[in-house]
T-cell receptor, first 114, second 110 residues
Framework: SAVISQKPSRDICQRGTSLTIQCQVD?????MFWYRQQPGQSLTLIAT?????????ESGFVIDKFPISRPNLTFSTLTVSNMSPEDSSIYLC???????????FGAGSRLTVL | KNEVEQSPQNLTAQEGEFITINCSYS?????LHWLQQHPGGGIVSLFM???GKKKHGRLIATINIQEKHSSLHITASHPRDSAVYIC????????????FGKGTKLSVKP
């Protein structure tokens, strides 16, 4: 299965600043997914990142707040912009391998906004 | 009502006990996944099921499509099994979105 390197693993940020999270995959994948997991909650899909086109955002998430880049088939970034304490969450990237049998996630980025 | 419900929400067990975690869903699915999330946040895929039963080491996962229910069993539990176990269903074919349960937090005491 694919291996994902996600960073940073954690960060503490000030209100109003922005943070970019990176995911590097060791193989080419068509679709990459960005999730948010708020404390005590299940994972929520933010957007699907496809190479060569704009990311597709889920209801409640907008590009201005969560801009995504997907420059090639092995890399993607998610930026959390103009952060507030409500953005404190774990953010995870995930890929859908060709077999679609094994879900693969990055290690997660635990973000705390003060 | 959530589309994917897990029970129990929290579970504490003594080392060696047999553990069962349940997952019920209300949508049509093409597959069901059991995931393990450790305190650092990273998620590991345990099983993908579309029917029947799968076993890997001390872990057993079953699914009943008619009843829209799945169970994850851990035999001879160990403190290193302590984690959050998440059930996720895939609707709308193999490319469909995943719907996640809230997870079951398992703590196994030595």
């Amino acid at each position: 299965s694919a291996v994902i390197s996600q960073k940073p693993s954690r960060d503490i940020c000030q209100r109003g600043t922005s943070l970019t999270i990176q995911c590097q995959v060791d193989s080419q994948v068509t679709m990459m997914f960005w999730y948010r997991q708020q404390p005590g909650q299940s994972l929520t899909l933010i957007a699907t990142a496809n190479q060569g086109s704009e990311a597709t955002y889920e209801s409640g998430f907008v590009i201005d707040k969560f801009p995504i880049s997907r420059p090639n088939l092995t890399f993607s970034t998610l930026t959390v912009s103009n952060m507030s304490p409500e953005d404190s969450s774990i953010y995870l990237c995930s890929v859908l391998p060709a077999t679609a049998n094994v879900l693969t996630f990055g290690a997660g980025s635990r973000l705390t906004v003060l | 009502k959530n589309e994917v419900e897990q029970s129990p929400q929290n579970l504490t067990a003594q080392e060696g006990e047999f553990i069962t975690i349940n997952c019920s869903y209300s949508v049509g699915i093409s597959a069901l996944h059991w995931l393990q999330q450790h305190p650092g946040g990273g998620i590991v895929s345990l099983f993908m099921l579309s029917s029947g039963k799968k076993k890997h080491g001390r872990l057993i996962a079953t699914i009943n499509i008619q009843e829209k229910h799945s169970s994850l069993h851990i035999t001879a539990s160990h403190p290193r099994d302590s984690a959050v176990y998440i059930c996720a269903v895939r609707s709308g074919g193999s490319q469909g979105n995943l719907i996640f349960g809230k997870g079951t937090k398992l703590s196994v005491k030595p």
